[in-house]
């Protein structure tokens, strides 16, 4: 399979990238690692015009601890999140996850921020930075603003980006020893989920994100409200999709994946707060 | 457009439509047909080779992207005549049957070995999640793979 033809340009940098896409306009797209976009343009899924390549741009790929939080450059590969020693010690459930995308050959590529841009419901990251109350930056030509998790994912493959924003860097507030887990159902190792579920635990707070349970990754927030108010896990874990809007699909039902949701969340949460 | 890279140690300049996908480019160009396509869905490896010294899905990858870069192909790991270290331990350890996957399965076990060179059973079968032997015979590229690394 052949992408259709397209016009390419390689950005230098943030601005540049920014610029270029606003000059080509909406049927032009960023292309970072590609791990998202080509397959879509192989199947003819996708058909831009032009690819602005951001893949080169060295300055957004990094991983700094930032005092209460973790900055990582948009452009960090899925590979240096999962072996980020910075990550291990303040974010383990981000780099925990991100070992779980793909396979390795795909981690090689596919970076954080291409990831979260293309905002696939059934990949991994999106929900788990949603989980964290993570705050995504954008940069356009206006500058920068931060967007929080909670408020950028609003439909199938949309998100609050405009089309001359690009995201530079995902922000994952320090996890501060809280208890965690990611629960990733599928039926062979380098599959998307079935239905993921990223969690973590401390004191009265907790954050579950559900990964493949509707058009968008889902913030289990009756979760976390009834384990605040004393619910025991078990019965917390039966809201699991009190917030979900399940599809069908080849490998499971709505009700299937209501069901694994609850049996995941209940998991994640047993080991979270072991 | 016009691009640079350098295969097995070879610079070659070429002239690709940005839509080629670098399997296309170095089995079609170059000539190097030892990168299978296998699914052509970055699923199953059987494109795997070396961008920049690490394994990568060539399938899913455009030669555009790699202008400027270093890539190793199957062809590339032996030298002076001489089986690179992982293609004898799969020759040693009767590591393939219809032979398709091999050379994937080859590029990704060297970059999982330069990654991790002391691998545990476990490692091995998580490290090459990504690539697919329709023969099913797992069990000797794991054991082919303990052995390239122990024998470094």
Request: glycine share 10%; aromatic share 4%.
């Amino acid at each position: 399979m052949i992408p259709a033809a397209f016009d390419y340009v390689r950005a230098g940098s943030a601005e540049e990238a920014i610029s270029l896409i606003g000059e080509y306009g909406e049927d032009a797209k960023f292309i970072a690692g590609g791990h998202s976009l080509l397959p879509l343009m192989k199947l003819r899924l996708a058909q831009p015009t032009v690819l602005v390549d951001i893949g080169r741009i060295s300055d957004l790929s990094y991983i700094r601890d930032a005092g209460d939080h973790i900055a990582i450059g948009a452009m960090t590969r899925h590979m240096d999140v999962e072996t980020s020693p910075v990550l291990a010690e303040h974010a383990p459930l981000l780099a925990h996850a991100a070992s779980h995308v793909g396979d390795p050959q795909v981690r090689h590529r596919g970076t954080i921020g291409g990831s979260i841009a293309h905002s696939d419901s059934a990949s991994d990251l999106p929900a788990t930075t949603l989980a964290m109350g993570a705050t995504y930056v954008a940069q356009g030509p206006g500058g920068t603003r931060e967007i929080a998790a909670a408020d950028f994912f609003q439909g199938f493959l949309q998100t609050a980006l405009a089309p001359d924003e690009l995201l530079t860097e995902i922000r994952v507030p320090k996890m501060g020893g809280a208890g965690w887990s990611f629960q990733k159902f599928n039926r062979r190792a380098q599959d998307w989920a079935i239905v993921g579920v990223a969690a973590w635990r401390r004191n009265g707070e907790s954050g579950v994100g559900l990964v493949n349970m509707g058009s968008t990754p889902i913030l289990a927030t009756s979760v976390s409200a009834a384990l605040s108010s004393g619910a025991s896990i078990a019965e917390a874990a039966e809201l699991a999709a009190a917030e979900a809007d399940p599809q069908n699909d080849l490998n499971a039902s709505p009700e299937y994946r209501v069901h694994l949701a609850k049996v995941l969340v209940r998991r994640a949460l047993e080991q979270a707060s072991a | 457009m016009q691009i640079r890279v350098t295969v097995n140690g070879t610079a070659h300049d070429s002239d690709v439509e940005p839509r080629t996908l670098l399997v296309h480019y170095v089995r079609e160009v170059l000539g190097l047909t030892g990168t299978n396509i296998g699914c052509d869905t970055s699923s199953c490896g059987a494109c795997s080779l070396h961008l920049n010294g690490e394994a990568v899905k060539s399938c899913t990858v455009l030669a555009v992207q790699a202008d400027g870069c270093e890539v190793t192909t199957i062809e590339g790991l032996a030298q002076n005549g001489e089986m690179h270290p992982m293609q004898k331990a799969f020759m040693e350890n009767h590591a393939l049957q219809c032979g398709y996957c091999t050379p994937g399965m080859v590029m990704a076990a060297t970059s999982l070995l330069n990654e991790n060179p002391n691998p545990t059973e476990e490692d091995v079968r998580l490290g090459l999640e990504g690539n697919l032997c329709r023969c099913t015979g797992y069990h000797n590229i794991v054991q082919a793979v303990l052995a390239a690394a122990g024998g470094r």
